[in-house]
């Protein structure tokens, strides 16, 4: 049975996987001419590598261990020290360090220990986020009808402590402020956060996203009988009678015919290519609900390092809200020998909220960048900076803003031979490359299920 696959970002490449192992006949058609969504990388005309954006796996991102362990590639991203690090004016860092008890001392002490909470943080968060660590998936559903602030407010956790420490994990995880996302998937996170020790610790890829994860994704697919197009733009399905797909058909008039179709677009480029006639459905009307989050990444090259932190860091009050030197973190790229790397710091900074940051020229950006960079690295004042790259996304995941979880769809359509992938469909994360894994697994066992049947 031949399965075509549109999108080679960690959805569709994750389906594949699956599918090949099962036996089908795969294409994989992306629309780039690199893999990897949002998650691809390139080499510039210097060699140096250019993120589409800083990744980092979690302890919990078990279906991306799984496949990273079947492609063989395993051994290829690197765990750090179990903190969250933020980086403050001058040079001072602040630490939220969990202790090495079992949860929840691990975070309860941990807390109590931070330096840049108050003791009225740290009492209001104790008391006001229990609800939080004793919640279920149930609840969490439940306060999906409002912001994160609002439910930080209504718990009386302090003003404080939602600027400093839960600002930085909202732009961190959706790349919009605490009063915009949804209570629900912050939440989510407090609860593995606060009684999973090892589900959140974090770890950074040995080389980039793209050598060391998509690029093993692709070798074991295509040995396994699946085949790759690049330059494979999807525009249009041409449809039977009864509705099902007859062939899809790419920009360049070819034409693609399966007996399966999966998309595994992001959730804006899904809506262009939809027939018409399908949106009648509410599954396929619901899909309007969705808006993507605008996000920037911004590399800089300096001649010397600025900062010795091997690890994620976060600052509030910045143009970026994490950010890493993968000069460090990352120990196969980025090194002195590599592109125009001479040994020095090479910052990798997710620049969030980005919406005003859309059509403003790079080089102001950049300005804005290294004068934060000035205000925390003091180091970076006497360092030369040898290069910049700004990535700009403006529809990047989707923003879980409140009433938008009840709107993901399953992967399997109302359409007899057609499927959707990606981290906007229903799985149990947000979107993020275990979400993305976790959808393509789903379809790929919903597909053969249905076959089965
Ligand atoms: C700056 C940034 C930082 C992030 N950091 C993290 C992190 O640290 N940890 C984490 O887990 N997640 C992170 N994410 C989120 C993560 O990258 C995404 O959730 C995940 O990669 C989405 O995968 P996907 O396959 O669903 O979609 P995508 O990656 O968007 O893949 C979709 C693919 O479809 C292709 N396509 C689009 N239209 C067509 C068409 N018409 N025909 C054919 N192909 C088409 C696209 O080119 C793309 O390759 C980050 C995202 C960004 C932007």
Redesign the pocket.
């Known amino acids: 049975m031949k399965v075509a696959i549109?999108?080679?970002?960690?959805?569709?490449l994750s389906a594949a996987i699956e599918l090949v192992d099962r036996g089908y006949d795969v294409e994989l058609?992306?629309?780039?001419k690199v893999?990897?969504?949002?998650?691809?990388v390139w080499k510039d005309n210097d060699g140096d590598s250019i993120e589409?954006?800083?990744?980092?796996?979690?302890g919990g991102?078990e279906q991306l261990q799984t496949y990273l362990d079947r492609v063989g590639a395993g051994e290829n991203y690197l765990w750090k020290e179990h903190s969250l690090i933020y980086a403050e004016p001058d040079g001072k860092q602040s630490f939220f360090r969990k202790a090495n008890l079992p949860s929840p001392w691990a975070e309860v002490i941990g807390g109590l220990q931070t330096d840049f909470l108050t003791l009225r943080d740290k009492i209001s968060l104790i008391k006001g986020l229990y609800p939080a660590l004793a919640g279920n998936e149930e609840y969490f559903r439940s306060q999906d009808h409002m912001t994160y602030s609002e439910w930080h407010r209504l718990h009386r956790a302090s003003e404080h402590s939602l600027q400093k420490l839960w600002r930085a994990i909202a732009l961190a995880m959706n790349?919009i402020e605490p009063n915009v996302i949804s209570a629900r998937p912050m939440l989510t996170i407090f609860k593995y956060f606060g009684t999973d020790y090892a589900a959140t610790k974090f770890a950074f890829f040995r080389k980039n996203p793209s050598d060391s994860m998509i690029e093993p994704m692709r070798q074991y697919i295509q040995r396994n009988g699946g085949k790759i197009f690049i330059d494979?733009?999807?525009?249009h399905f041409e449809l039977n009678e009864d509705n099902t797909i007859n062939r899809a058909v790419l920009s360049d008039g070819y034409a693609v015919k399966a007996d399966a179709y999966i998309s595994?677009?992001?959730a804006h480029?899904v809506k262009?290519?939809l027939p018409k006639k399908w949106l009648r459905r509410q599954y396929f009307s619901n899909l309007y609900q969705f808006t993507g989050s605008p996000?920037a990444?911004c590399q800089l090259w300096f001649d010397k390092k600025i900062t010795d932190t091997d690890n994620l860091m976060f600052s509030q009050g910045t143009i970026f809200a994490t950010f890493a030197d993968v000069s460090i973190t990352c120990p196969d790229d980025f090194q002195e020998g590599m592109g125009t790397s001479t040994g020095g710091s090479v910052m990798s900074l997710?620049l969030a909220p980005a919406h005003h940051l859309m059509d403003m020229p790079n080089d102001v950006i950049t300005e804005l960048v290294i004068q934060d960079i000035h205000d925390r690295f003091p180091k970076s004042r006497h360092a030369r900076l040898l290069k910049s790259s700004i990535v700009k996304?403006p529809q990047?995941?989707y923003k879980a803003v409140p009433e938008v979880d009840k709107y993901r769809p399953d992967q399997v359509s109302p359409i007899d031979n057609f499927y959707l992938?990606?981290?906007?469909t229903y799985q149990r994360y947000l979107?993020?490359?275990?979400?993305?894994a976790l959808?393509g697994r789903q379809v790929a066992e919903k597909l053969h299920a249905r076959v089965k049947s």
Do not use: C, Q
Request: glycine share 16%; proline share 2%.
């Open positions: 549109f999108g080679a970002g960690v959805a569709g058609y992306e629309k780039r893999l990897g969504g949002k998650v691809s589409s954006g800083l990744h980092i796996i979690f991102y790349f494979g733009k999807l525009t595994a677009l992001p480029s262009k290519i996000v990444n997710v996304i990047s995941v992938a990606g981290d906007y979107a993020s490359m275990e979400g993305a959808s």
